[in-house]
């Protein structure tokens, strides 16, 4: 980048500088259809993470016996490792979609995303093993 380029980037306003952005991006996305369909994804994926990190927060909360700081011990513990885990698991999951058919992977996705959830429902303990397994998934 030159000092005209330069510039010309510093005079802009922070909303101008967001607009210069979305326009690269939209005219890429135009270019690779593919980059578009992954930045689609990736929002649902951080939007869908978010929610489930409040909820698993407000499900920890509902375990009688926990004091305020312990519940918020257990949660950035656990979500500490589930994002450790998660590299790995997204290795495998990047593999695995190159080898298996959308037609199978998608649904085996969300009946294995079902069974997760639903797993939770017996959960006694939020500090049980079964509570770190299903944090990780």
């Not at 607009?19 to 939209?26: D, E, G, H, N």
């Not at 375990?63 to 918020?72: D, M, R, V």
């Not at 058919?101 to 959960?123: D, G, H, R």
Request: glycine share 4%; net charge positive; aromatic share 10%.
């Amino acid at each position: 980048m030159d000092a005209r380029e330069e510039k010309k980037i510093n005079k802009k306003s922070f909303c101008g500088k967001i607009y210069s952005v979305l326009k690269q991006t939209l005219k890429a996305c135009k270019q690779d259809h593919a980059l578009a369909i992954g930045l689609i994804a990736v929002s649902i994926s951080r939007i869908g993470t978010m929610v489930q990190t409040t909820t698993f927060l407000i499900w920890i909360k509902s375990f009688p016996g926990f004091t305020q700081a312990e519940q918020t011990n257990l949660w950035q513990e656990q979500n500490l490792i589930t994002n450790l885990c998660a590299i790995p698991i997204i290795i495998l999951t990047g593999r695995s979609c190159d080898k298996i058919s959308a037609k199978i992977l998608i649904p085996a996705c969300i009946l294995f995303q079902i069974i997760v959830m639903t797993a939770y429902c017996f959960i006694e303990s939020p500090k049980s093993w079964l509570a770190y397994v299903l944090a990780v998934f």
